[in-house]
């Protein structure tokens, strides 16, 4: 059985836009802003999708495309700005951005009430002791599917292959939270086939496409898919070689069509979030 990410997501966009309407009903229109810096394409891609679904979304989006040579010093300047800025509830830098601006020194500028990412440390922080806080949005989106399809976490044993600052690590927090058996697994670690065949909920976000197979997986395991690549005739593919692992998983998500989309839905997420505590709610 098959985990749908774009029926899942669109669920979820169709929540927010909802929640969108309604603030704005009471005067507060959830607002975006999108910075991009330099002209890497696959980034001007993630943006250009991140501003269609702020519009699907209901959310106003405002958009800096800045040119490669910005120095930090103007990247930070903006940032300030928007920091003060009443009417913008979420800030999002995308990344990479180019060598000479230092990325940690930009994601802890931004004030973590508008860190819609979830990247900034006092968020990371929050996460881990439990704390109301924004989650990144790719390990917060693999909650929400497991959730929706009905899956239990509590008790079992969840065994999560990466350890990112942005998938891997939250991953494992949010399921810990959920009452999970939570393992880590990264490159160091030993008989990695082992402790992934323990898995009743497989999250695997190495980064290598086709690199878990049927061997690797305990039957009727749940296989949450993070990878994404692009091979070389054009298709996409995951983390896990799908046409093998299949057959031997209860629920699986597919590459595309699976954890893709719900990272941009639970961004849009974050920001009407972002916008409520206009209302102080
Ligand atoms: P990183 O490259 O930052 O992290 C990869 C992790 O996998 C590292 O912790 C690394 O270990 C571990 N690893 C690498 N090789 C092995 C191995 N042979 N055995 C065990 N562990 C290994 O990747 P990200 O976390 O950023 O992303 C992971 C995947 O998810 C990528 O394919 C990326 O494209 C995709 N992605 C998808 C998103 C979506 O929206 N669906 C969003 C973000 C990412 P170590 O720490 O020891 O180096």
């Given at each position: 059985?098959?985990?749908?990410?774009?029926?899942?997501?669109?669920?979820?966009?169709?929540?927010?836009?909802?929640?969108?309407?309604?603030?704005?009903?009471?005067?507060?229109?959830?607002?975006?802003?999108?910075?991009?810096?330099?002209?890497?394409?696959?980034?001007?891609?993630?943006?250009?999708?991140?501003?269609?679904?702020?519009?699907?979304?209901?959310?106003?989006?405002?958009?800096?495309?800045?040119?490669?040579?910005?120095?930090?010093?103007?990247?930070?300047?903006?940032?300030?700005?928007?920091?003060?800025?009443?009417?913008?509830?979420?800030?999002?830098?995308?990344?990479?951005?180019?060598?000479?601006?230092?990325?940690?020194?930009?994601?802890?500028?931004?004030?973590?009430?508008?860190?819609?990412?979830?990247?900034?440390?006092?968020?990371?922080?929050?996460?881990?002791?439990?704390?109301?806080?924004?989650?990144?949005?790719?390990?917060?989106?693999?909650?929400?599917?497991?959730?929706?399809?009905?899956?239990?976490?509590?008790?079992?044993?969840?065994?999560?292959?990466?350890?990112?600052?942005?998938?891997?690590?939250?991953?494992?927090?949010?399921?810990?939270?959920?009452?999970?058996?939570?393992?880590?697994?990264?490159?160091?670690?030993?008989?990695?086939?082992?402790?992934?065949?323990?898995?009743?909920?497989?999250?695997?976000?190495?980064?290598?496409?086709?690199?878990?197979?049927?061997?690797?997986?305990?039957?009727g395991a749940v296989v949450i898919d993070v990878g994404i690549h692009r091979m070389e005739d054009g298709h996409l593919?995951?983390?896990?070689?799908?046409?093998?692992?299949?057959?031997?998983?209860?629920?699986?998500?597919?590459?595309?069509?699976?954890?893709?989309?719900?990272?941009?839905?639970?961004?849009?997420?974050?920001?009407?979030?972002?916008?409520?505590?206009?209302?102080?709610?």
């Amino acid at each position: 059985m098959i985990i749908d990410g774009k029926e899942i997501s669109g669920q979820i966009k169709k929540e927010v836009r909802d929640r969108a309407e309604e603030l704005k009903s009471r005067g507060v229109e959830p607002a975006l802003a999108v910075v991009l810096v330099g002209s890497d394409p696959a980034s001007a891609v993630y943006v250009r999708n991140k501003k269609k679904a702020c519009e699907a979304c209901s959310i106003r989006s405002e958009s800096y495309e800045l040119p490669e040579e910005t120095t930090q010093e103007e990247l930070l300047a903006l940032i300030a700005e928007l920091n003060e800025r009443e009417d913008i509830d979420g800030i999002l830098v995308q990344l990479p951005l180019p060598k000479h601006i230092d990325e940690q020194t930009v994601t802890e500028a931004i004030r973590p009430e508008k860190d819609v990412d979830g990247f900034h440390p006092v968020n990371v922080g929050k996460l881990s002791m439990g704390l109301p806080g924004f989650v990144s949005c790719t390990p917060a989106g693999v909650i929400q599917m497991l959730k929706r399809s009905g899956v239990e976490i509590t008790g079992k044993e969840c065994v999560v292959v990466g350890r990112s600052n942005i998938v891997g690590k939250p991953m494992a927090m949010l399921l810990l939270l959920e009452n999970g058996t939570v393992t880590v697994c990264h490159s160091r670690t030993k008989n990695l086939s082992e402790v992934t065949r323990r898995a009743d909920i497989l999250v695997a976000a190495v980064g290598k496409p086709k690199f878990f197979h049927a061997d690797d997986i305990k039957e009727g395991a749940v296989v949450i898919d993070v990878g994404i690549h692009r091979m070389e005739d054009g298709h996409l593919c995951g983390d896990v070689d799908y046409a093998d692992v299949a057959p031997k998983a209860s629920l699986i998500t597919p590459v595309p069509g699976g954890v893709g989309p719900m990272t941009i839905a639970m961004l849009m997420h974050n920001c009407v979030e972002s916008a409520a505590r206009r209302c102080h709610e």
